[in-house]
């Protein structure tokens, strides 16, 4: 059955996995409101999904800004009359060496994977009750939320905070039947993993351009790199009635690289 008249917002959804994620609810029937703070793509996103007739709206905000996330959830209710599924994609990343982090690559981090997760997660269970009806709230977490990885220190640390936020909130939220739970991506030929690869190189002497994505990649026992439709199944799965029963959950979707 399609949610027909179900609400799902998604952040930092103009590319990548969130715009896999986006697709993939507006496929299963959801009005879409798609978020980012890249106002370019957004709208070239925003386009392209009417040009495929999806129920899509566009909103330009910076999710670790607490007043814009409730800002963003009020747009969807007001363009679309409520709210039925948050989902807290957005993130950025960094490698550095650990003896290299420094203040800006923490507050930066910080603010958009784990305030704007909080942030977000509190502006939709605030409607969810509002409204006095059930809701998802389905965060961005990673295989660097279970396990924590050289060069990826600062990551590691902001996507394990999610997971603990990610438990508490399903904890404190659970009376107002408000689901909360993660999926956590392994290895995607991603922008992202890119960059990652790209930055790898500039610290290790020995790797070529492709080695680290190479390396990790070669450790995944089902044999492929993830797709984004392997991120975008699992969040379907979450945003369904079929996932009721679920919640405080961190899900690894990896392919099995990280085991727990």
Not at 29 to 56: A, P, S
Not at 104 to 128: C, R, S
Not at 192 to 208: A, F, G, Q
Request: charged fraction near 25%; glycine fraction near 6%; include cysteine.
């Amino acid at each position: 059955m399609k949610p027909e008249n179900k609400v799902a917002v998604v952040t930092g959804s103009a590319g990548g996995l969130g715009k896999a994620i986006a697709e993939r609810l507006a496929i299963d029937g959801f009005n879409i409101v798609i978020q980012d703070i890249n106002n370019d793509l957004l709208l070239e996103t925003e386009k392209e999904f009417k040009e495929k007739r999806y129920n899509v709206l566009a909103f330009r905000s910076d999710v670790s800004k607490k007043k814009e996330q409730e800002e963003l959830v009020n747009f969807a209710v007001a363009e679309f009359k409520k709210l039925d599924v948050f989902v807290n994609n957005a993130g950025v990343d960094a490698v550095t060496p650990f003896l290299e982090i420094d203040e800006e690559q923490l507050n930066k981090l910080f603010n958009i994977n784990v305030f704007g997760t909080v942030y977000g997660t509190q502006a939709a269970a605030n409607q969810f009750i509002k409204q006095k009806t059930k809701g998802k709230v389905i965060n961005a977490c990673s295989i660097a939320g279970h396990e924590s990885y050289e060069m990826l220190g600062t990551y590691s640390a902001t996507k394990h905070a999610v997971r603990s936020y990610t438990q508490v909130a399903a904890k404190e939220l659970a009376k107002y039947k408000i689901n909360v739970n993660a999926y956590c991506p392994g290895v995607a030929k991603t922008k992202m993993w890119d960059r990652i690869d790209e930055e790898m190189v500039k610290y290790d002497d020995n790797l070529e351009p492709g080695d680290a994505f190479e390396e990790f990649s070669s450790a995944i026992k089902l044999g492929r790199y993830q797709e984004p439709k392997d991120v975008s199944n699992l969040v379907s799965f979450l945003a369904s009635e079929d996932s009721d029963y679920i919640t405080g959950q961190s899900i690894l979707t990896d392919g099995g690289l990280v085991y727990r």
